[in-house]
């Protein structure tokens, strides 16, 4: 089975420019998350999607960060601009439904440098 | 709000040695509790849970018991091996979805 893809790998950019990540879940996962993952701290949940609708976006800085999950499959996540306290790994995840006590998938992860 | 403590690392220990990652929570309600291990150069993946008081989650020699009295969930192995070498994660979700708080992570390396 394969598993959750994130791209790019890496990214470095300048501040005040901006940036796409992608995500392709594990196929049949309806849930899809982002999270930030800053340097010694542990992952923070931005957006959490069911299916192409946004469950939770509590946490995302909307004034420059911005998700979609058009067709309930792939997702974008962008940050425009970026800011230096912007650089961080940022993780893909989905799971199979909300049931209580279920486990996610993460990808490996996208790493943003903003210079 | 839920939140996660976890112990500060990095912990360096031989082959073969006892390892102990403490873990406490903060939360309202009942919680499902879970360890996530990160290897160099994977992503994170769940190593085991527990989902009420007094249950154990168990996978590759690591145990951690879910102990409401204590707020704690405690990582365990009695011998580990240089494989093991990882970032360990403790995190807490919501007993109605899966939205995860995670504590800072604790980074674990094994020595030959």
């Known amino acids: 089975e394969a598993g959750v893809a994130q791209s790019p790998r890496y990214k470095i950019i300048e501040k005040r420019q901006s940036v796409a990540f992608w995500c392709n879940p594990i196929?049949?996962?309806?849930?899809l998350y982002w999270y930030q993952q800053i340097l010694g701290q542990g992952p923070k949940l931005l957006i959490q999607f069911q299916n192409n609708g946004v469950v939770d976006d509590s946490q995302l800085p909307k004034d420059r960060f911005s998700a979609e999950r058009l067709k309930g499959v792939d997702s974008t996540l962008k940050i425009q601009p970026a800011k230096l306290e912007d650089s961080a790994v940022y993780l893909c995840?989905?799971?199979?439904?909300?049931?209580?006590?279920?486990?996610?998938?993460f990808g490996e992860g996208s790493r943003l440098t903003v210079l | 709000g839920n939140s996660v403590t976890q112990m500060e690392g990095p912990v360096t220990l031989s082959e073969e040695a006892f390892l102990t990652i403490n873990c406490t929570y903060t939360?309202?309600?009942?919680?499902?509790l879970f360890w996530y291990v990160q290897y160099p150069g994977e992503g994170l993946q769940l190593l085991l849970k527990?989902?009420?008081?007094?249950d154990k989650g168990s996978n590759k020699g690591f145990e951690a018991t879910y102990r409401k009295e204590t707020t704690s969930f405690h990582l365990e192995k009695g011998s580990v091996q240089v494989s093991d070498s990882a970032v360990y994660f403790c995190?807490?979700?919501?007993?109605?979805?899966?939205?995860?708080?995670f504590g800072a992570g604790t980074t674990v390396t094994v020595r030959a």
């Open positions: 939360a309202t309600g009942y919680p499902s």
């Open positions: 196929s049949g996962h309806a849930t």
């Open positions: 527990a989902t009420k008081a007094d």
């Open positions: 995190a807490l979700g919501p007993s109605n979805d899966y939205k995860l708080s």
């Open positions: 995840a989905s799971s199979l439904d909300t049931t209580t006590g279920g486990e996610l998938f």
